[in-house]
């Protein structure tokens, strides 16, 4: 199973990213996603997240800034963000779930930096 963030990177105050999270090795279509993000010192919280009936949840500090979107038929999950800020920096992570099961699994992570 492989679970590989890309899109990260730095950006200025009020910009946007696109993060992306592409699978494989699981079925990618039954499976809960979400994204979780890690500052530093700080523990690591969820972001967004969707169900794989894609009903979408997300943290009080980024509602309304923060979309989640997933493509099933590309194993694809994504994370749009925008009117970015600096307390936006951290690692952040795709975690992939089976609602009912042990099954989980996490990225290695992709770095979003907000800096003027």
């Known amino acids: 199973v492989e679970v590989v963030e890309s899109g990260g990177g730095l950006v200025q105050p009020g910009g946007t990213l696109r993060l992306s999270c592409t699978t494989s090795g699981i079925v990618f279509g039954i499976y809960n996603m979400a994204w979780y993000r890690q500052a530093p010192g700080k523990q690591r919280e969820m972001v967004a997240s969707?169900?794989?009936?894609?009903?979408?949840d997300f943290a009080d500090s980024v509602k309304g800034r923060f979309r989640v979107a997933r493509v099933n038929a590309r194993s694809t999950l994504y994370l749009d963000m925008r009117d970015l800020k600096p307390e936006d920096t951290a690692v952040y992570y795709c975690h992939a779930d089976l609602p009912g099961n042990k099954y989980e699994f996490w990225g290695q992570g992709t770095q979003v930096t907000v800096s003027s």
């Open positions: 969707i169900t794989r009936d894609g009903e979408t």
